[in-house]
């Protein structure tokens, strides 16, 4: 299952603390994994990620570049080390190693981490889309309409918000088999989409605001990067 193209605004601010990006290697790796170039940037961030006072935005792109490689233990092995000192994106490195779980079908793993996501930031809705994606997997077709059912609420302007109704229509009239199957092909399609995303949007914020006081982008960064998404959160 793969991702569709994305389009995100990425302002990287040229008064980042040096303290934050130690060596050329943070910035190289950074550039080329927003470049959708993951075989090339991860071993540029695997030495980023040595450094002192690494910041925790890294781990996450070396997680996901692993991610897009497939390379799943190496993916939730990088989220971990970043989550031991996260703070702002402490749910995202739970969400993702959710993700990774997922993605070597090992649903009871991810909805554990789905779980932690949730508890470290509870109106945080992809944790909610991707859990009940899980749930449905795990044959807990209850579970997942309540999950689908908080994801509505906390982002009822979801472009996906019509398809997921029509999921939950479909499991509370206890569908056919094929109905089901339907169900849960779309469910994971919408959880895979909201999840990328999700991160995304959340990057691109974080980034807007560290340069809400300049104007300039740093070497490389190219304004607006497409994603060719070739990775999936299920295979």
């Known amino acids: 299952m793969y991702f569709p193209r994305m389009l995100v ?3 990287l601010c040229l008064t980042v603390p040096f303290s934050a990006w130690p060596t050329d290697f943070a910035e190289r790796g ?14 540029l ?31 939730i092995a990088a989220y971990r080390k970043g989550l031991a000192s ?10 993702n190693i959710a993700n990774a779980f997922f993605s070597q079908g ?4 991810a909805i554990e981490s789905y779980d932690q996501a949730i508890a470290a930031r509870s109106d945080y809705a992809p944790a909610y889309l991707n859990r009940a994606n899980a749930r449905m997997k795990a044959g807990n077709h209850d579970g997942a309409v309540t999950d689908y059912s908080l994801y509505l609420s906390l982002d009822p302007g979801s472009s996906q918000a019509e398809n997921i109704r029509q999921i939950i229509d479909l499991l509370g009239r206890k569908a056919a088999a094929e109905e089901m199957r339907k169900a849960e092909e779309a469910a994971r399609k ?30 490389g960064s190219g304004g607006v990067q497409a994603y060719d998404d070739d990775f999936a959160l299920d295979d």
């Open 45 to 75: 961030l695997e030495m980023a990620v040595r450094e002192a006072d690494v910041d925790e935005k890294l781990f996450l792109y070396l997680g996901i570049a692993y991610h897009q490689l497939q390379r799943w233990d190496d993916a």
């Open 106 to 109: 090992r649903n009871a793993f």
């Open 190 to 219: 919408l959880a895979e989409e909201q999840a990328r995303q999700a991160f995304l949007d959340s990057v691109a914020r974080s980034l807007r605001e560290t340069a809400e006081s300049t104007t300039n982008l740093s070497a």
């Open 9 to 11: 605004v990425l302002v």
């Open 86 to 95: 996260a703070v702002q994106y402490r749910h995202l490195f739970l969400f």
């Open 30 to 43: 950074t550039r080329l994994f927003m470049e959708n170039r993951p075989q090339e940037a991860v071993p």
